[in-house]
């Protein structure tokens, strides 16, 4: 896998050549014999950047004319927006992709599409093409503006199409978006990655690390406002490195005081926070700007000195545990989240009994918790000292043990409290939202309140959620 380049290009996307406005004009006349638009389905795997990437997507294909399904089996279009960052992601799209096989055997006129980091890595792409002969599109991470013209050479010149950029990467920033919720979005403010955390692929397929202008940030967030929008999540691999690439030098925690003066946006959330790059700018500014909501996710991955440094993660444990002192210091009532991998090349048991010692001392709020998976091309895949399965698994089980009571403790403290909550779906008679801390958060009510922010009263909590009383509207 190489290392590239990446530029940003601001310009909006282009949707008007010939060959466009034909497709166009085909799926109009489509519609116009069929009586119902053209439709596609999105399998969306792994981060929010994919989930970003697949409003995108939706935006470059509603311009188009077509209308997103829920029903994949019933589809015009599939498409798989895959991860490559574990590999069970990967061994699940290659088994979904199975059962489309025999979807497109009895509709041949179906087309499916395969994008996201797995397809930037070449090995994965040929396995692709390979074994599932009938995927009629490919395209890369950088590439989806070109969709439009990847579907027309399927549909009009009849030939298999594939479009990934390989060498330099040009990322197209102004494309129609269709966002999944009016309420709350996801902006990027950066792109790739510059760490080479010994176990990670996403250097490798996301190019290395640009960040966008402030201005067009500030320009799409107001935007979003106007559009009614109340939450952003800022959205970069390390968003506490934003703005070390760009010309005139702004930090991030410039860039969130300027945010947080944009009116109408009530919440400001970023992913992922790097420790390596958490500033005491930082942690003065989630303390300042008070819609910057009272949560960091502050991926630890594991708490012994000796795996982080096989892990290139640039911290120590005791690095680590004094910026959850500052954070808690600053923000008494801070939820702090983690990511950790279980099982790390050369992992010993004294290195694990490190992971669960700092989970006990910062007694995190919730936490993604991984077996470690060998990513072929990483350094760590090249690593000795693998660690066997069965005993990844007893730790992994270990760790749960220990965590999942601190995360419970953690939401029974909250009972009794009222919090706001963004409201942000409805099944049957039950309303959905989120705490700023960003707790889960279940209770009864109209679906009027979809993307209200209301007072909730908690009354009951389980590990991964909380449930409550509505008390009044903010
Ligand atoms: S910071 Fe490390 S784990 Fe996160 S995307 Fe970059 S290389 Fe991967």
Redesign the pocket.
């Given at each position: 896998m190489s290392k590239r380049k990446t530029d940003i290009i601001t310009e909006d996307v282009r949707l008007d050549n010939d060959k466009i406005i034909e497709l166009k004009n085909n799926n109009e006349q489509f519609f116009i014999i069929n009586g119902r638009r053209k439709t596609y389905h999105i399998l969306t795997y792994g981060c929010q950047m994919n989930e970003h990437d697949s409003e995108k997507i939706s935006g470059m294909l509603t311009s188009i004319g077509y209308e997103e399904t829920t029903d994949d089996k019933s589809a015009d279009l599939v498409i798989f927006n895959t991860c490559l960052i574990r590999e069970n992601a990967e061994l699940r799209v290659f088994g979904k992709l199975g059962e489309v096989k025999g979807l497109k055997r009895k509709n041949p006129d179906m087309l499916v599409a395969v994008c996201g980091c797995m397809m930037q890595r070449q090995e994965t792409r040929e396995k692709v093409l390979k074994k599932f002969s009938f995927v009629d599109i490919i395209f890369g991470t950088n590439t989806i503006h070109e969709l439009p013209m990847l579907i027309y050479n399927v549909e009009i010149n009849k030939r298999k199409s594939v479009e990934i950029v390989d060498n330099t990467e040009s990322i197209y920033e102004n494309m129609p978006k269709q966002r999944k919720f009016k309420h709350k979005a996801l902006v990027n403010i950066t792109y790739g990655?510059?760490?080479?955390?010994t176990?990670?692929?996403?250097?490798y397929v996301?190019g290395r690390e640009k960040s966008r202008e402030p201005n067009e940030i500030i320009q799409e967030i107001k935007a979003l406002s106007e559009d009614g929008c109340k939450e952003v999540t800022l959205l970069g691999?390390?968003v506490n490195s934003y703005g070390s690439n760009l010309e005139k030098k702004v930090t991030f925690a410039e860039l969130l005081y300027e945010i947080n003066k944009i009116e109408g946006i009530e919440r400001i959330r970023f992913m992922?926070s790097?420790p390596k790059d958490l500033t005491d700018d930082l942690i003065k500014a989630i303390k300042e700007c008070d819609k910057v909501c009272k949560h960091v996710h502050l991926?630890v991955q594991a708490g012994s000195n000796n795996i982080l440094s096989r892990m290139n993660?640039k911290y120590t444990k005791e690095h680590y545990l004094n910026l959850v002192e500052k954070l808690k210091k600053a923000v008494p009532d801070i939820a702090i989240t983690t990511d950790i991998i279980v099982g790390f090349p050369g992992e010993t048991e004294e290195d694990f009994l490190e992971t669960i010692d700092i989970v006990k001392k910062v007694q995190y709020d919730s936490a993604f918790t991984f077996l470690y998976s060998v990513r072929e091309g990483t350094e760590a895949a090249k690593m000795e000292n693998q660690v066997p399965d069965e005993v990844k698994h007893e730790r992994f089980d270990k760790l749960l043990d220990v965590l999942y009571p601190i995360v419970l403790e953690r939401n029974q403290q909250c009972i009794g409290k009222v919090f706001p909550v963004l409201v942000e779906s409805a099944e049957n008679d039950k309303l959905t939202g989120r705490t700023e801390h960003f707790r889960l958060v279940h209770f009864k009510g109209s679906n009027a309140l979809i993307g209200e922010i209301v007072n909730v009263r908690i009354t009951n909590v389980k590990t991964f959620h909380m449930e409550g009383e509505f008390v009044s509207l903010l």
């Open positions: 990655c510059n760490n080479f955390c176990y990670c692929v996403v250097p996301r691999q390390n992922t790097h991926p993660r």
